[in-house]
């Protein structure tokens, strides 16, 4: 089995300078978007797009002391132990990697947009034009040479990290443990629990998951396994009754018919018999 790897953002080191941003549409070859609107804040998107697969996000909050913060984070697809985008896509083109990475395979993908409706993060994003679902693919053709993300390779304040399992896991439990000896008390791992895994991207934030618009309990909808597990199932089901039913239409109709058939034969044959008892 391939070793699994995961990617770290330590929070608490981030910067705001946005640079993974732009090595990550450098890597992928994608456009500006042209749309963002200026709101008076530093947020640039408001959400990722079909051309943006990596968002640096600034919360602004006051805290109960009146003091402001800007809760930073760099926000991408989780690449989930399960993946709701995956579990979903009725045609199957999307895989979580033996190493990690959870994929969208262009070349199947509909563009029935269900990964987006299916994931808790609501990451894919549909590109309009294309027709195709989009998302960080954790610059999985890198990494398979041996190469970092594009976006860890650049972020010069050292706030994402890449490497195996383990080594991640150790330096993301040091992390964790100097931010709560520094007085962060809400201070906790996303992604893990420290030993395992629930997710290959995994964060150290300094602040609860909710201050960095982060859901406290990510969940697949329990509406994706009920439409794959029992509706789905059911709908073949249904269409194969509808097809025998078809069958069973066309069979009962034929013996009818022949009946009837048979019948005015019959009733014919009486006839000519008739005629012929009068002659
Ligand atoms: S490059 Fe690093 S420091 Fe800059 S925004 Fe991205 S994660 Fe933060
Ligand atoms: S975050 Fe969403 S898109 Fe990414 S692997 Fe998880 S379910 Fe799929
Ligand atoms: S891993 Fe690659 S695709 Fe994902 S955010 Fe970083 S640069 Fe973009």
Redesign the pocket.
Known sequence: MAKEVVML?DVS?????????VACKQWHDLPADMSTEFEGEYQSHKDLTSTTYNL?KFNERLDSKGKFHWD?I?YQCMHCAVPGCAEGCPKHAITKLEHGPVVINEDLCVGCDYCSMNCPFGIPKLDEKKHKSTKCDMCYDRISEGMMPS?AK????Q??DFGYKDKMLEIANKRLAELKAEGHEDACLYGTDGENLTANMIYVLPEKPSVYGLPEQPKVSDGMYLWRDVIKPIGKLASGGALLGLAGMMIVHSMVKSQDEEKNTDEKGDHIKDEADKE
């Open positions: 953002h080191r981030c910067s705001g300078c946005r640079a993974c941003m640096v930073i760099k976006c650049t972020c010069t304040a706030a994402i």
